[in-house]
T-cell receptor
Framework: AQSVTQLGSHVSVSEGALVLLRCNYS??????LFWYVQYPNQGLQLLLK??????LVKGINGFEAEFKKSETSFHLTKPSAHMSDAAEYFC?????????????FGTGTRLTIIP | GAVVSQHPSWVICKSGTSVKIECRSL??????MFWYRQFPKQSLMLMAT?????????EQGVEKDKFLINHASLTLSTLTVTSAHPEDSSFYIC?????????????FGPGTRLTVT
């Protein structure tokens, strides 16, 4: 079974500051890990994913995340926040299952950007 | 590429009626489709997983007779909420995956907001 814990349901950062959204996972097998972003009243958009290749994963919109097995973490970062980054962010985990992978989502982190 | 659409984007129905939500993969064939439910300011909860041509697998606690899922083709899955009640009001989101080579990635539709009055 897999689970995800996102620390901090709300995070506020100033425009131009570092964004750090935390995600810790639990998995009995080597996991797939994902970060998704959701804008109000919309579906989810994939930011980046880890599937056992490079541990530092670069995604869209300047985001990146590092898989740290020893810490069971997959924190999302962006060096400089932009107003358009304000949204809800979800970390998710799945286990490889030949195309039938079920995603388990964290509870989400709402990112607010302060002008 | 990998676009998933949902129709309708929002629907209001009266209590006791049924409503059907469509999920389509527009530019790829989806081996598996997933249906999620999201309450305001909460995370996504998986309702069921469906593979084309077979019965859907429902998560624990989801009533299969209330939430009917049909996956008739590799590009279309439907969710029918039968005898809807106000507590069924929610944001329903579907997603689709391609093959094992996609690394478990799911492509999400824009969601359907259901309001039952």
């Amino acid at each position: 079974a897999q689970s995800v814990t996102q620390l901090g349901s709300h995070v506020s950062v100033s425009e131009g500051a570092l964004v750090l959204l935390r995600c810790n996972y639990s998995s009995s097998v080597p996991p797939y890990l994902f970060w998704y972003v959701q804008y109000p009243n919309q579906g989810l958009q994939l930011l980046l994913k880890y599937t056992s290749a490079a541990t530092l994963v670069k995604g869209i919109n300047g985001f990146e995340a590092e898989f740290k097995k020893s810490e069971t973490s997959f924190h999302l970062t962006k060096p400089s926040a932009h107003m358009s980054d304000a949204a809800e962010y979800f970390c998710a985990v799945s286990a490889p299952n030949f195309g039938n992978e079920k995603l388990t989502f964290g509870t989400g982190t709402r990112l607010t950007i302060i002008p | 590429g990998a676009v998933v659409s949902q129709h309708p984007s929002w629907v209001i129905c009266k209590s006791g009626t049924s409503v059907k939500i469509e999920c389509r993969s527009l530019d790829f064939q989806a081996t598996t489709m997933f249906w999620y439910r999201q309450f305001p300011k909460q995370s996504l909860m998986l309702m069921a997983t469906s593979n084309e041509g077979s019965k859907a697998t429902y998560e624990q606690g989801v009533e299969k007779d209330k939430f009917l899922i049909n996956h008739a083709s590799l590009t279309l899955s439907t969710l029918t909420v039968t005898s809807a009640h106000p507590e069924d009001s929610s944001f329903y989101i579907c997603s689709a995956s391609i093959t094992a080579s996609s690394g478990g990635e799911q492509y999400f539709g824009p969601g359907t907001r259901l309001t039952v009055t």
